[in-house]
Nanobody, 115 residues
Framework: QVQLVESGGGLVQPGGSLRLSCAAS????????MGWYRRSIGKQRELVAT???????WYADSVKGRFTISRDNAKYTVYLQLNSLKPEDTAVYYC?????????WGQGTQVTVSS
């Protein structure tokens, strides 16, 4: 059974930090590249960062140098460290496989950056 459970979001001031977590089913996690995606109001879902099963990473230009993606294969968990947050980072953040996301999406976790 597919399971993707995101957590760690919240309300933070500009310049603040958050750490997001995504617990995934072992069956989809062990050999898959995982990605963090986000959707802001009025915008399409966008890819933020990816991490391969061996730890290679990629970042969207908008978050490069501020966000860090990582994974713990033993815990079937992928993380996203968000630093130097900006109001434009406000969105619901989701994790899923990459390059082809599963049809199933978790509930996401809301990140709101506001003073």
């Amino acid at each position: 059974q597919v399971q993707l459970v995101e957590s760690g979001g919240g309300l933070v001031q500009p310049g603040g930090s958050l750490r997001l977590s995504c617990a995934a089913s072992g069956s989809i996690f062990s050999i898959r590249t995982m990605g963090w995606y986000r959707r802001s109001i009025g915008k399409q879902r966008e890819l933020v960062a990816t991490v391969t099963s061996t730890g290679s990473t990629w970042y969207a230009d908008s978050v490069k140098g501020r966000f860090t993606i990582s994974r713990d294969n033993a815990k079937y968990t992928v993380y996203l460290q968000l630093n130097s947050l900006k109001p434009e980072d406000t969105a619901v953040y989701y994790c899923n496989t990459f390059p082809t996301p599963l049809a199933y999406w978790g509930q996401g976790t809301q990140v709101t950056v506001s003073s």
